[in-house]
């Protein structure tokens, strides 16, 4: 069956469907719906390690978790194996995460100068490095808090995970060395998006090597895939094509939270039910809601602009709608936006 549970080191998932770590848009109110949506696993967007060994306080509220969330991951980047670990230890210490995923894809300039995102996926070495400072904090957390007579605490330790890029460039295609760094250095998991660095995210991801890396794991640990996966139908052939263990979503499940139950419908019985305008809406509404309390009005609704622009797609008269969208500064705002549209949803239990 292509919708099967996933199993990453003792972390035991129902299925195969993962929302992305997406920078500026994972928060635990857009995870939130997007569990109501189907999807069986999320992931934080991406923590700076160094910013989180300092004690920052809007750092350490990108890690929140939401009550929704059977289980999450929490993403964190950076370039020295000893402040990777002692954010690994935060991790655990201030969340109930029940994975760490170490971003090594980023091609974000100013992540890639400080040796983090695509820069470790250039450099194996140093990537198996990052790698085995983190899985090592992860173990020695869990025998701190472990009486001597137990188990061995590997089994026990929370589970590490890495995603990489495909490589550099076109001339430093790296993503089979930095797979086996990521394999020897102690990871549960190996999440590929088969763009190069220098692509960033423009061009066609190259889904052979993800087929490639899974012939190469060969069932070591499991591998996913991400990268142009904008319908239930992508998700399906990335499946059948690759023979990945599971699939993320990152802009595929913007504005389009149900992706994820679409998907497993048509996984499961070969066809999927249409969402309907109201229901797209009521989303974007419920997310808005859980934003406020999360970030105050003033800046939820400034976060939601590019949402309900996301939400909104495919509306006759979206030019206009945007434009209203993009100047709305309450939700009373948005309201207006919608009056002739939907009736908003009823209020949200709170977090």
């Known amino acids: 069956m ?48 160094e910013a989180l060994t300092r004690g920052n306080v809007k750092t350490e509220e990108l890690m929140s978790r939401a009550p929704n969330e059977k289980s999450y991951a929490v993403q964190i980047f950076g370039g020295n194996p000893q402040s990777m670990a002692d954010a690994a230890k935060l991790v655990l210490e201030k969340t109930s995460a029940n994975c760490i995923d170490i ?48 188990l061995s605490s590997v089994s026990y330790s929370t589970p590490v995970t890495v995603k990489i890029r495909s490589g550099w460039d076109s001339n430093n295609i790296t993503w089979k060395e930095a797979a086996l760094a990521a394999i020897d250095a102690g990871a549960a998991a190996i999440t590929i998006h088969p763009r190069t660095r220098a692509q960033g995210y423009e061009g066609k991801s190259d889904w052979d090597i993800l087929r490639q890396l899974v012939e190469l794991v060969n069932g070591k640990i499991p591998v996913f895939g991400s990268g142009d996966v904008f319908s239930p139908e992508d998700a399906k052939h990335m499946l059948e094509q690759t023979g ?53 009005e003033q800046v939820a609704c400034r976060e939601m602009r590019k949402r309900f622009c996301a939400y ?40």
Request: proline letters at 4%; a positive charge; hydrophobic letters at 40%.
């Open 2 to 49: 292509l919708y099967h549970p996933v199993k990453i080191g003792n972390l035991e998932l129902s299925g195969n469907l993962f929302l992305a770590p997406v920078a500026g848009y994972s928060d635990r109110a857009f995870r939130s719906i997007c569990v109501e949506g189907g999807a069986a696993f999320t992931y934080t967007e991406m923590v700076s390690a």
């Open 103 to 150: 971003n090594c894809g980023c091609p974000v300039p100013k992540i890639i100068k400080t040796g983090a995102g695509s820069a470790l996926t250039k450099e194996p070495e140093k990537l198996y490095e990052v790698v085995k400072a983190v899985v090592d904090a992860a173990k020695n957390a869990v025998a701190e808090n472990m009486p001597s007579n137990h």
């Open 244 to 296: 990945c263990s599971g699939v993320m979503f990152a802009r595929g499940a913007m504005g389009h939270p149900f992706i994820f139950r679409q998907t497993r419908q048509l996984l499961e019985k070969g066809s999927y039910e249409e969402i309907s305008l109201q229901e797209r809406l009521n989303a974007g509404f419920r997310e808005l809601d859980l934003l406020i309390q999360d970030k105050g």
């Open 312 to 351: 909104s797609k495919g509306i006759s008269g979206g030019a206009e709608l945007r434009r209203k969208l993009v100047n709305a500064a309450t939700k009373q705002d948005y309201e207006q936006v919608f009056s002739g549209f939907c009736k908003p949803a009823e209020k949200i239990t709170d977090f």
